[in-house]
């Protein structure tokens, strides 16, 4: 089992930055694929980015490229997505999760097995 539990989420002007951090605990954290999906209300859930922690690749979504970052902090066993230049079009829930097959990984989310509860981002136009 692996725990995950986001943070971070609030309110932003457009324009604006968050991070996001999303803590995880019941495995190896080096054996983890991590990644940030979102759903915005009325839409269906969204890839952002995800990261292997074994292998140190990324793989970003291509609207999100040059202005979210996914990073890891080996010490604190917690990945974190670096939200720039934020959008009105960016309010979502941001949801954090965690694979433990091989990289890199589907961006559809079915084969990831543990999610995070949800954080939410509110962009102000």
């Known amino acids: 089992q692996v725990q995950l539990v986001e943070s971070g989420g609030g309110f932003v002007q457009a324009g604006g930055s968050l991070r996001l951090s999303c803590a995880a605990s019941?495995?190896?954290?080096?054996?983890?694929?991590l990644a940030w999906f979102r759903q915005a209300p009325g839409k269906e859930r969204e890839f952002v980015a995800a990261?292997?922690?074994?292998?140190?690749?990324?793989d970003y979504a291509d609207s999100f490229k040059g202005r979210f970052i996914i990073f890891t902090n080996y010490a604190k066993n917690t990945v974190y997505l670096q939200m720039n230049s934020l959008k009105p079009e960016d309010t979502a829930v941001y949801s954090c999760?965690?694979?433990?097959?091989?990289?890199?990984?589907?961006?559809?989310?079915?084969?990831?097995?543990?999610w995070g509860q949800g954080t939410q981002v509110t962009v102000s136009s």
């Open positions: 990261i292997s922690v074994n292998v140190g690749s990324t």
């Open positions: 999760a965690a694979d433990t097959g091989p990289w890199p990984v589907r961006r559809t989310g079915g084969e990831y097995n543990y």
């Open positions: 019941g495995r190896t954290f080096s054996r983890l694929n």
